[in-house]
């Protein structure tokens, strides 16, 4: 076949676009030709309402799913948070890039005394907004949607106390700004942090280019806790919190998963460390424990809930 130009679909957002382009950066460095192909997604477009309220699965990524199979674009380039755990038919996981930082952080306006008393927080997130209740149930959370960029201008036209944000998505485009405090205690969206590449499955030329980008430990990681969620059946729609860490010296993987009610006040959770030997049922088994263990009622009043 002859050398082809590889099409880089992506959405249109600065951090999408930043995501892109470095993809596309490290692909020119191995000698492959490549262009950019941007379009908008629902999710981008569709800001008056809760991305749960919009019973879309990959609100973010359909429409590069359909650029995808209709030969518009090869490749598409997406924050794996943001993907569905089932892919469609014939498009596969190219690469995982090394991952980011994969804490949340509270971007606040300098003063934290409502952390101590009531305050208002700002997310989109199930995820986030469960956690943070979970810790603070005298706050209020309210909903916070668009791209990195919107959602931080929102906080400041806003009188809100701070708004949840991952850190690699405003670090990567250099939005991280000095008023926030880094989230430790909230487990993170899985995958958060890290980068994702798919590709159809029937295009050897490009899935070969693409798959010396793969980091074959944030590839281990993002399975475990993509493997929980789907398990679990959470998709974007319920507050699930997943994060798996190799150690190398031990040469074992640190896993912590989580579930939560809606408001926050049910929380049932699981720590392990398990041999590297047994990563690929770690997580099948972490959302099989849980689901035992009270998650799987926890699950269908969530899902209830979320149909009201």
Known sequence: MAEKTIRIGTRDSELALWQAHTVQKKLNDLGYKTEIVAVKSQGDIILDKPLYELGITGIFTKTLDIAMINGDVDIAVHSMKDVPTALPT???????????NTLDILVHKG???????????????LRRQAQWLNKYPNHTVVDLRGNVNTRMQKLQDND??????????????NLKPGDYIDLDWMIPAPAQGAMLVVVMANDDYTLDAVSQLNDIETEVCTYIERQFLRTLEGGCTAPI???????????????????????????????????????KKLGFHSAKEILENGGAQLMDAIKTNLKK
Request: proline share 0%; glycine share 12%; net charge negative.
């Open 241 to 279: 919190g997943a994060l798996a860490k190799y150690n190398e010296e031990e040469d074992t993987i640190h896993f912590d998963g989580v579930l939560f009610s809606l408001d926050g006040k049910q929380k049932i959770e699981i720590n392990k460390v398990v041999d590297i030997s047994e990563w």
């Open 111 to 125: 003063n934290l005394d409502f952390l101590e008393s009531n305050g208002t927080i700002a997310t989109g997130s």
């Open 90 to 100: 014939g498009i596969v996981q190219g690469a995982v890039l090394k991952r980011a």
């Open 160 to 173: 809100w106390n701070g708004a949840v944000f991952a850190a690699a998505g405003l670090e990567r485009i």
